[in-house]
């Protein structure tokens, strides 16, 4: 019989976890000889930094993830484990020439760039944002990039700074349904603020695809889930992806729940139904998590659609 406690958020099983959320050991190819060639040159990926399971996959598949502005977070949300601080205005002024070289040393042909939030900077990093973008595409054109960025406290300006340098995707995460943005969230971030930041850039750079994220297993229900998918929809998002939350430390969160595998294939029919582009859902999906599928789902519907128009 499975002991049951009660938290502030309700009831809650005290169960191990699924045996789909054991970790996996990184694997691939090439991991090793890249692994070995990027703390040659003194490269991180946040694929490393975060523990990532998915980390062998993807850099086989040519995909990896930067984070870049340092990794001390302006912000302090509740589930997440990056640390906390006043980064006092310090950016790293050689971060897009190492964006660059990591394309090359990994032989990228999909790299996302992210961030901690720097409510420090003036622009809230913005700027850095778009001289890493600008850089990768006029070094390797060929080259897709998708940004998961801060909201920039929702500045048109500062918007406008990142939108202009022409990302292939823009991503901002809702992370959590209304009810519970507080305290998953930072009180300086919102459930409003994003989902305005991403209409504004779906509004004024209607070619450039947006992307969101929800995390499952705070308390959140069916209906709490189908509401923000809903919201995330009018906005014009393309993109939505769903991944279970894993409490970091014991300072964190708890986990409410663990959702089966069949559940997290619900949620994707259900996204698919509303009518996203595309869908990415399952225990230990992430943000960047196949993130150059987006890319593959395109290439194929021009395909398709070629096919149509003979």
């Known amino acids: 019989m499975k002991k049951t406690v009660f938290t502030k958020y309700g009831k809650k099983n005290l169960v191990g976890k699924p045996r789909h959320l054991k970790a996996r050991i990184p694997k ?7 692994k070995k060639s990027l703390r040659e040159r003194n490269l991180y990926t946040v694929c490393e930094e975060a523990k990532c399971p998915n980390l062998g996959e993807c850099w086989d598949a040519k995909t990896a993830t930067m984070m870049i502005l340092g990794d ?6 509740k589930f997440c484990h990056v640390k906390t601080g006043n980064p006092k205005g310090w950016i ?21 760039v992210t961030s901690v939030d720097r409510d420090d900077l003036e622009d809230y990093g913005a700027g850095h944002f778009a001289a890493v973008v600008k850089k990768i595409g006029n070094d390797h054109p060929d080259v897709k990039v998708e940004v998961l960025i801060p909201d920039f406290a929702c500045n048109e300006i500062h918007m406008r700074t990142l939108a202009e ?23 300086r971030a919102s459930y409003e603020k994003t989902l305005g930041a991403l209409n504004f850039y779906k509004k004024n ?14 308390g959140e229900s069916k209906e709490e ?15 939505i992806t769903f991944g279970q939350y894993l409490r ?5 969160l708890e986990v409410q729940r663990y959702y089966e595998l069949d559940e997290f294939e619900h949620l994707k029919k259900i996204a698919y139904d509303i009518g996203f ?25 021009m395909k398709l659609e070629q096919v149509w128009t003979r």
Do not use: W
């Open 72 to 77: 001390t977070c302006t912000r302090a949300c």
């Open 165 to 187: 340098s022409r990302p292939f995707v823009i991503a901002q995460n809702l992370e959590t349904v209304k009810r519970l943005t507080h305290p998953v969230r930072d009180r």
């Open 205 to 218: 750079y209607p070619d450039i695809a947006t992307k969101s994220s929800l995390m499952v297993g705070l």
């Open 92 to 112: 790293d002024s050689e971060e897009p020439k190492k964006a660059s070289e990591m394309v090359s040393l990994m032989g990228l042909k999909y790299l996302v």
């Open 225 to 239: 889930l189908v509401e923000a998918m809903t919201d995330l929809y009018n906005v014009g998002v393309n993109i």
């Open 277 to 301: 582009d595309f869908v990415a859902s399952g225990p230990m999906v992430r943000s960047s998590y196949k993130a150059a599928d987006y890319l593959d789902f395109l290439n194929e519907s």
């Open 28 to 34: 691939g190819n090439n991991y090793l000889g890249v």
């Open 248 to 252: 970091p430390t014991m300072a964190h």
